[in-house]
């Protein structure tokens, strides 16, 4: 296919074309044929521009062989449609409808048209994003039904469980249809948390949008945040200096070490090991600890700031980062030791909600649950960002597909980012931590593309007039992930249910945003 | 097993003591007598409600169970139900598609019943306000006794603001 390619400034790989209606889906077959993924899709209005008028456009950000591909359709306002592509990736099924709620542009031939993140707090026909709405004149907060299917049968009963859950988790609505204790469908409800981010955006500076960024999926704190200083530093020609870069991928690694750390002992709790969660509690406590004493925060967030960081760390400090990681690995080896060895523990991981790498590969599973099952990818390794050319990190991987392969995939990790922390340690140069950033052009527009600790964050910008942010899309792996909680339950108990959904940690706030 | 045991014996006792109440963090006058606020201050029940957070609360309550803070031994633990709750923490702006979920909770939660309110979000609406998707402070949908402020809060400061909550006033500083 002919395409002019426009390849953008700035660190991440990122590549933007023009497409129509028919190369639009043809671009989505060939990414499908070649092996790629679909990593977001979102839109925004132009119709108020005046080179664009009666335009909306409609985005997709492809993880093709050479970086992102990311094509835009542009969709007249007579017709708000473009075609459908959850046929080729699944995924995009859920974005297609939310894009519909905030937007008002549908996907024509989607199967599914049931509205995702409208609950009822705006009414049909009227879109968030579009230029020309106005919060004032809403009606008050309605609740809407929502079209569950139905499973039918003898002895079929439902459990509907959400949005307020039993622990202390997001909300979110699960309708499990079983038979017995055994679970034959699980459908998600998801759309609680949206706190209308992307509109939120429209009120901050390019300099200033990290901090929201940040708060996008608060585990992901620094994923986002890089991810959004990324695409501001794109768009505003600004490079970070070479110290920057180092201390942000330190931080990267202490937020996945630290998520990690209390993942693997969320897992064994949700086993009924509760000596495992008070242990990596613990870790993650001491880990979270000296996040603060060094960086001033415990969750690092508002560190990553357009042009730089906000923080660095002198030379007694990175002994004691060195020191204290040496520590966590001696008893990380001594915990999962005793994981492995534990027969319980093993048979409720062993065989418990399987994605097999074909379907995985089908539905588009990404992250550390892609990893899991089958899908090497690691942004880190497949297009390493600067530092991580020098640190060349060891891809972690399973085929099994698990709870067990994903907690021995958090293992391999946990162990290779305190790795790269003593490596980014010892290698980071001496130097600016930020640097000016010129102002924003209006039109602008720039994307970052960040492996956090759970998949891949991705953040667009379109800059607007005065420095303002036009429009700025963030997108959580949690969106390609979410559908597969509802193949890996299936023909499991409902009591691993818990388990399961752990052994994913999806984020609500960051599908939902 | 005896790796288990050894581990443990080799963690010992990491628990550190508890904050004291802040009178500051209160954001109305306690609604409920002093005697009831005793019992309650010896085993109190907590049901926690996410209601829009960006889950950046939901971390640090989490570390509030860990062994440094030791929560169980001072007899407060969270519960699975608002029906069996004193107590509801909740966190976050509270969300347009939450505001209907969490009036619910607060119904359900057996009176004599206390609200904390969690971070920045909870107490201002913090960075994301009040919005079409949005209701903004905790206050705005259901009364809140105490409120947090932090982004997030640390687990010692949400500790505080739970034991505040449950502190008669003028039981704190020693009067």
């Known amino acids: ?513 | 097993m005896l790796h288990i045991l050894r581990q443990i014996a080799r963690t010992g006792i990491v628990s550190e003591k508890a904050p004291v109440p802040d009178e500051e963090l209160r954001v109305r006058a306690p609604q409920i007598q002093a005697e009831i606020l005793q019992l309650l201050g010896r085993a109190l029940a907590i049901r926690q409600v996410d209601a829009g957070s960006c889950n950046g609360c939901e971390l640090e309550i989490h570390a509030l169970n860990n062994p440094y803070y030791n929560l169980e031994g001072l007899g407060i633990r969270f519960v699975a139900s608002p029906r069996h709750a004193d107590m509801l923490l909740v966190t976050g702006p509270v969300a347009k598609n939450m505001e209907n979920a969490l009036r619910i909770a607060y119904e359900a939660t057996p009176d004599p019943k206390l609200v904390v309110a969690v971070g920045d979000c909870g107490c201002t609406g913090g960075i994301f306000g009040e919005s079409y998707a949005s209701c903004g402070k905790v206050e705005n949908v259901i009364p809140v006794d105490v409120a947090v402020p932090g982004c997030p809060p640390a687990p010692l400061a949400i500790l505080q603001g739970i034991l505040t909550a449950v502190t008669a006033r003028g039981d704190a500083g020693g009067r």
């Open chain 1, 1 to 513: 296919m002919n395409l002019s390619w426009k390849k953008l400034p700035g660190d991440a790989p990122v590549a933007m074309a023009a497409v129509g209606e028919w190369q639009w889906t043809e671009a989505a077959r060939l990414v499908r044929e070649g092996g790629g993924r679909l990593v977001a899709l979102w839109g925004a209005d132009h119709r108020d521009l005046a080179e664009d008028e009666d335009e909306y456009s409609v985005y997709a950000a492809y993880a093709v062989k050479d970086g992102l591909a990311i094509v835009e359709l542009l969709v007249q306002d007579s017709a708000p449609s473009y075609p459908d592509i959850s046929g080729l990736f699944p995924a995009s099924g859920r974005m297609q409808r939310a894009l519909f709620d905030l937007l008002g542009i549908g996907a024509s031939g989607a199967a599914d048209a049931r509205p995702w993140l409208r609950h009822g707090a705006w009414p049909e026909g009227t879109f968030p994003l579009r230029r020309d709405f106005d919060a004032s004149k809403l009606p008050p907060n309605a609740h809407a039904d929502y079209d569950f299917v139905r499973v039918e049968g003898d002895g079929v009963h439902e459990i509907p469980v959400g949005p307020i859950h039993a622990g202390i988790i997001e909300p979110g609505h699960f309708r499990f249809s079983i038979v017995g204790e055994k679970v034959l469908r699980l459908e998600e409800r998801l759309g609680y948390v949206h706190k209308g981010i992307d509109k939120r955006f429209e009120s901050f500076t390019v300099a200033d949008g990290h901090r929201l960024a940040g708060r996008v999926s608060g585990d992901s704190t620094v994923a986002f945040a890089w991810a959004y200083a990324q695409a501001a530093e794109s768009l505003l020609g600004a490079v970070p200096p070479a110290r920057a870069r180092w201390v942000r991928a330190l931080l990267l690694e202490r937020e996945r070490i630290a998520n990690h750390l209390g993942d693997l002992g969320a897992l064994g709790n949700d086993a009924a090991f509760a000596f495992a969660l008070a242990q990596f509690m613990r870790l993650k406590e001491d880990w979270l600890r000296e996040s603060a004493a060094i960086f001033g925060h415990r969750m690092l967030m508002d560190l990553v700031v357009p042009g730089g960081v906000a923080h660095g760390f002198d030379a007694g400090e990175a002994a004691r980062m060195v020191e204290h990681s040496h520590a966590i690995e001696k008893e990380a080896l001594e915990l999962r030791g005793i994981f492995d060895e534990h027969a319980g523990l093993q048979d409720r991981f062993l065989t418990t909600g399987r994605v097999t790498p074909d379907l995985a590969r089908k539905l588009g599973l990404t992250g550390l649950a892609g990893r899991a099952s089958g899908q090497a990818s690691d942004l880190r390794a497949d297009f390493p960002a600067a530092p991580y050319g020098e640190l060349k990190v060891r891809k972690a991987g399973a085929a099994a597909g698990d709870v067990a392969a994903r907690v021995n995939v958090r293992f391999d990790e946990l162990l290779e980012s305190l790795r790269l922390v003593r490596a980014i340690v010892a290698g980071t140069p001496e130097g600016e931590l930020r640097v000016e950033l010129p102002k924003a052009r209006p039109g602008a527009f720039g994307a970052g593309w960040v492996e956090g600790w759970r998949g891949e964050a991705f953040v667009a910008i379109e800059a607007g007039e005065g420095g303002m942010i036009r429009r700025c899309h963030a997108h959580d792996p949690s969106w390609q992930n979410w559908p597969l909680i509802e193949h890996a339950v299936m023909g499991n108990i409902v009591p691993d249910f818990p388990l399961i959904n752990k052994s994913f940690n999806l984020s609500y706030s960051g599908q939902d945003c």
